[in-house]
């Protein structure tokens, strides 16, 4: 099937701190593989977590593993939107390196000669200004695509924009698929005073990918994926791709930038609200067996930081609610050898809003793709 491919600049009056009331343009990219009259047309938007920009975790320019086109070429127009701090949005008060985390300067010297203090001593973005970019997205597509609803399809803390938008605006979302969605069953309903204090910007390394990708069981990611991971972040970020120690081919180690945020409003309460998700909203919800990341072990003492997947199963009321669980994977699985089993489960989803023929209980994915009641 033939996909066409293009990148929007989607205009935004920004509600971040950094540059509250500045028109800035919000990068999309569109995989559209939809076909036959615009009545049928489905649109999914993709949204990234708090680390990875979109293209890097959706788009991987790599063999199976764009996950997007795979979305595209079973018939579905694809956006991938990258919210401020992250991948080719904008990236206010980023680009000194004196706004990284205190504790991982040591990753950008040089261009830092030494630890430095925040010139934008705040946290850069939080849930109030994600929905925002998430909503002016969303009317995009329906007035550029002339759909009313759009479906969801979130990453890790993509849990925080896409839930509460979902719950907020039921009438624009027509299904919600979460895979390792960060959810703090006890943390805040209520927004701090804003700009909250700290800093803007924190970093990832090479290090950090070669931790993500360590292996839990055998074969649970190919040879080489470290490589072509930290290639596609270092596509996403020609900033934070000339920081870092020298290598000794004289080059920067490089570092990949990523956001400082806080949240609130993504909790048992609000997951449970009016019944609207597992309601007129059907969620499914997918993490790896040994996904540590979005179920904290052991429990963090702090509510705001202890994450449980299976407890967002369990507060959601509405009656149209799935889990799966998928065997020998973590929390990287768009990079992990189950990236095909979780692209075809995805495309089940969006198609029937069901797995295994229902509509409600917890699940078990194989290593083949088979799904079956969970014990």
Not at 150 to 174: D, H, L, Q, T
Request: aromatic share 8%.
């Amino acid at each position: 099937m033939a996909i066409t491919t293009t990148d929007h600049w989607v205009p935004h009056t920004s509600t971040v701190s950094a540059n509250e009331g500045q028109k800035v343009e919000l990068f999309v990219r569109e995989h559209d593989g939809a076909s036959g009259p615009p009545a049928n047309r489905k649109a999914v938007l993709m949204l990234h977590g708090r680390s990875v920009p979109v293209l890097a975790g959706y788009d991987l320019q790599h063999t199976s593993y764009g996950w997007a086109k795979a979305l595209a070429q079973a018939g579905y127009d694809v956006f991938m939107m990258d919210l401020q701090g992250s991948g080719r949005s904008p990236r206010p008060r980023m680009e000194d390196p004196c706004n990284v985390n205190p504790n991982q300067q040591a990753a950008v010297i040089p261009p830092l000669s030494g630890p430095r203090t925040a010139s934008y001593p705040f946290v850069l973005t939080n849930s109030q200004s994600d929905q925002d970019e998430l909503s002016t997205v969303v009317e995009y597509i329906c007035n550029k695509r002339n759909v009313s609803k759009v479906a969801f399809i979130g990453w890790s803390a993509a849990a925080f924009a896409m839930g509460p938008y979902a719950i907020k605006n039921p009438g624009k979302v027509e299904s919600l698929f979460l895979l390792g969605p960060i959810f703090p069953p006890l943390g805040p309903s209520n927004p701090p005073t804003l700009p909250v204090l700290g800093f803007p910007t924190h970093v990832l390394t090479r290090t950090s990918i070669e931790q993500a990708l360590a292996m839990k069981c055998a074969n649970q990611h190919e040879p080489g994926m470290v490589d072509v991971v930290w290639s596609a972040l270092m596509d996403n970020d020609p900033i934070g791709r000339e920081w870092g120690k020298l290598l000794p081919t004289g080059q920067p180690a490089g570092v990949s930038r990523f956001r400082n945020f806080v949240t609130w409003g993504w909790n048992n309460a609000a997951a449970g609200q009016g019944g609207i998700l597992g309601g007129s909203v059907p969620v499914l919800i997918v993490h790896g067996e040994h996904d540590q990341t979005a179920n904290t072990t052991p429990p963090s003492s702090n509510p705001a930081l202890d994450f449980h997947v299976p407890a967002l199963y369990d507060a959601i009321t509405g009656p149209h609610k799935l889990l799966v669980t998928v065997k020998c994977a973590g929390h990287s699985m768009p990079w992990e050898t189950q990236h095909k089993n979780l692209h075809n489960l995805s495309k089940h989803w969006l198609k029937h809003t069901k797995v295994d023929d229902k509509t409600q209980g917890r699940f078990e994915m194989d290593e083949n793709g088979n799904v079956s009641p969970a014990p």
